[in-house]
């Protein structure tokens, strides 16, 4: 009974904060787009502020996998918030909930076949501005290197690079740690 009152308090007030999302569209970050494979990597989102990082309890992510991510992309410029570990409120509980964020969660209904990990960011239809993103990872691909990384880049607004070597490579096996690009100034 407490936990319910909790969780629609909660609602309340992250609804609160954030007055109207009704302009806002949810967009899956993956492109089989063959423009992408000529010129630069592309971005297509922006976060006004550094996002938060909620860590859903059931999420095939180690704390020290994250952290490597996190300063993977920190290298390049971008910032991130408070990180909250085995989370268990806002985007891991409701869909509708997590704004100002990057969820990580196990794969859920949603989860297309044969991903590794799909990302879907939450923007203003207008600007572009990313106020929401939801990153799922499969069972099993949590501590492979490159994965988290990939991902955290779809949650910053990078769509996939067909580059040999790219950590913006949509398929694992033909991606690496190259970030040209990929910097928060280019
Ligand atoms: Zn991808």
Redesign the pocket.
Known sequence: MTRWIYIALLGITVRADTPDYSYTSKKL??TEDASITIGKPQKNGFWETPPQIYVCKFAPIREERLNAAMKYWNDLGYKFGDVFFRDESFGCVNDALGFGGITIDLVGQKFKEPNI?M?WNWKHTKTNQIVKSRIEIKRGWGDSPRVLE??LG?ALGWL?YIKYGHI?H?HWSSGGFNAKGLKKED
């Open positions: 970050q993956h990990g990302t990939h991902e779809h996939d913006m949509h």
